[in-house]
């Protein structure tokens, strides 16, 4: 065993049967009976005086070496035939093997040539395979079936049918799919025609998608036809593409507002979004499958608004959108182009819009019914009441204010990389650990890393505590080692222990933006470069927060603080000019607590020259929006210091502090 691969307890060897070579490398292929993985090393020892004991049952695993059939086996080791996985897809890390079709061998006979006695499949605990991890794939199972020498791997069906053949053979994906094209025809979405000379079709495709409420029970059986948009080329197809979405800091900020005047906040969605878009392009498409017109397959459709897959599908459908919402006397935000505000005497009703989700709240119920029942005739939507359930952030609105949290999709990340009976561990990373490029032990499954840190990037929604963590581990990306992916999994542990954890916001928890930014020094070992970190907070928790690593490398904790005020006071700008569109304008300058005194000084007078005379032009922002009164920047100790949590590991005495001060509890603190 590599010393990476123990501690200083466990086992320096493992006993494992030989079987064969590997074809890529001059490794041998070996078979460890206890995990039923084959290993690949060339740190072998063979034994040629021992052999396994084949008839003994695989659920009653351990290596019993028959010191009788010694002589036989050694005879028999080197004739045995290499097993050859599908697509060579062999790898230097442990691989599981999948449940296999061969008939056990009984009892009374010798298994030779590589003959692997097996438990019946009832019996077998199914693995999925490193490379299925990404795919949810439901009660769906993986076979491996021995043909000669190779091996051919198998799926069984899913619960979402991958073609029109499969969910043809299912009543409800049936109805789904007819449900689909009445709505588009309803739509008055395309018509049918002779494809004109030197005109291109585009085909077309059925995607079926059974879609789960925040309880993880079905809701809808939904098919979607999506148009095979990478055949399309820009300046003959399309040409603008750009749709903006709403930003998570905005949709925080709406419900600290909610919360803090007792408002509700409700949720539309709009069936086939896409489908009201206006197309300026002539787009042709084929007929989808199932419902060719008789008599006229040699048509197609010519598209008179977008269809899901095409290139400016997006753009088109927030053009139709924007369009409504001014037609019916919003104003749309200038700094937030998602958010739409309809204001009526003293009275205000709120809109923002992520795609086809669209949440609302507002000071008068009878705005928000206007609101609703327009929106209900101008569009084909869906009432889903109050918020509840939104971009997989759970909702939950009471007496106390308003709490978010992610906690059902932090056990899917938990289970989906076997970690959801983990040992739980009080802080994220382990205070004063550093990491580098070049990292400790062996190479790891870069594919498996990177989608185990896009998961935890997408928990930061309602997760600042971490942040920092995260974006450390972002930065390996590229060539992650075993001690980047002990530090992910890490993290994961944190969260086994903290998944009910959200941010609350209170009633009454007061409107004014608070802020406080920090910086550490040169943290990065590589580069040398500091970590700048944000949070703001409102009505009582946290509603934007960042961590990112400086652009330039920094002579000074001074200039490193200075750098991350900088960043800091731009952020509070653009949220004072949305609060002011939300009705709450900052009366006074925005507090940001800094606890580096040098900073505060610099920020207000060109003093300590000779350590500030080559900071960029562009960092000086900050001394002008100080001394318009803009931004206040105040001193706090470093026990206080709140964007701490942001910038570098800490003890967990201060961790638990200072999480508890941007408002992150559960849904019953």
Known sequence: MPYEKRVKLDVKSIKCVMFGLCKESKEYRLYNPETRKIVISRDVKFDEGKGWDWDKKIQDIELD???????????????????????????????????????????????????ISTRAASERQRQTPVWMKDYVIGNSGFIVAEDGEDIVAMFMASEDPDCF????QEEVWRKAMES?????EENNTWELMELPEGAKVIGVKWIFK??????????????????????????????????????WDTIRMILALAAENEWKVYQLDVKSAFLHGELQEDVYIEQPKGFEIRNGAEKVYKLKKALYGLKQAPR?????IEGYFLAEGFEKCYCEHTLFIKKRSKDVLLVSIYVDDLIYTGSSNELMTEFKDSMMKEFSMTDLGKMKFFLGVEVIQDDKGIFISQQKYAEETLKKYGMEGCNAVRIPIVPGQRLTKKGAGEAADSTNFKQLVGSLRYLTATRPDLIYSVNLVSRYMENPSEQHMRAAKRILRYVQGTVGYGIRYKQRGGQDLVGFVDSDYAGDVDDRKSTSGYVFLLGGGAVSWASKKQPIVTLSTTEAEYVAAAYGACQAVWMRNVLRELGSSQQEGTLLYCDNSSTIKLSKNPVLHGRSKHIDVRFHFLRELVNEGVIKLVYCSTHSQLSDIMTKAIKFETFDKLREGIGMCTKDD
Request: glycine share 4%; no cysteine; charged share 30%.
């Open 165 to 168: 053949e499969e969910a043809v």
């Open 316 to 320: 088109a459908w927030y053009s139709r």
């Open 180 to 184: 689909k094209i009445a709505s588009i």
């Open 210 to 247: 059974t879609k789960l409420n925040e309880k993880g029970e079905v809701e809808k059986f939904k098919a979607r036809l999506v148009a095979k948009g990478y055949h399309q080329e820009h300046g003959v197809d399309f040409y603008e593409v750009f749709a903006p979405v709403a930003r």
């Open 65 to 115: 070496w028959n010191e009788e059939t010694a002589e036989t086996e050694a005879e028999t080791a080197d004739e045995e035939p290499i097993v050859e996985e599908e697509n060579n897809a062999e790898e230097n890390t442990d691989e599981a093997i999948p449940e296999q079709t061969t008939q056990p061998i009984s009892s009374n006979q010798n298994p030779t040539n590589g003959q």
